[in-house]
């Protein structure tokens, strides 16, 4: 058991437990562990959630398809972090996305009862789980205020924006490639390369492969509706 446990005290709804502590509190309740293989769906858009998913090995995607087909990324998952924890108690207790393997990947499932169990028995991890989901509340607000933006100008320039504070600098190396912006944005990649392109003929930034260099942060925040 303690080679699992060594990464689920890092998990956000066990934060602050020791691997004994949580290794008494796990031997109480029921749970299973399961591995899928890469590109493998776990869950559907609305399928019913019932258990506390986390990820011990590998990653998970939360993605969106439309009606045109177009895949919308809305994140990623790694070893630790849950899936679609806010969803497990509402009504309308359904996943929002579907949840697809990046790589091959290894979930522990924590039936509802033995959740509520846990938060029972201590309330460090009911703290923490209620925590969780209000920061997951802000971060999908703030999410879904982003794919509502206009323009493709303006997700790039909230993306370039944000990634320059996270940097603590102007000019900085772009973390993901064009396609997987792409997807991200929720947008065709001729489309964003001709956004990028765009913006780097208008020296509102200098764009030179993956660094990025801000020019004119007044109009990239004018840019953003």
Do not use: W
């Not at 749970?31 to 011990?56: F, G, H, T, W």
């Not at 969803?87 to 309308?92: D, L, M, N, P, V």
């Amino acid at each position: 058991m303690k080679d699992f446990v060594e990464i689920l005290v890092h998990c956000p709804i066990f934060t602050g437990l020791s691997i004994e502590v949580l290794e008494e509190e796990l031997s109480a309740i029921a749970y299973k562990i399961q591995d899928y293989p890469a590109k493998e769906i776990i869950a559907m858009s609305d399928d019913e959630c019932r258990n506390l998913y986390v990820v011990l090995e590998g990653k998970v995607r939360g993605e969106m398809t439309d009606f045109s087909g177009k895949v919308i990324r809305i994140e990623e998952l790694e070893r630790g972090m849950p899936l679609a924890p806010a969803f497990i108690f509402g009504k309308q207790n359904r996943f929002p996305v579907d949840i697809v393997t990046v790589e091959k990947t290894v979930i522990i499932s924590i039936p509802k009862q033995s959740l509520l169990q846990l938060f029972h028995n201590n309330s460090t991890i009911l703290n923490n789980y209620l925590g969780l989901i209000s920061n997951r509340a802000q971060f999908l607000t703030s999410r879904i205020r982003f794919l509502s933006f206009q323009t493709i100008k303006g997700k790039i320039a909230h993306y370039l924006l944000q990634s320059s504070r996270k940097a603590g600098a102007d000019s900085f190396e772009l973390k993901s490639s064009h396609n997987e912006l792409a997807e991200i944005f929720g947008v065709t990649r001729p489309s964003l390369s001709r956004a990028f392109r765009d913006l780097n003929n208008e020296n509102v930034i200098i764009a030179d492969g993956k660094r990025i260099t801000l020019v004119d942060k007044q109009k990239l925040q004018s840019l953003i509706q």
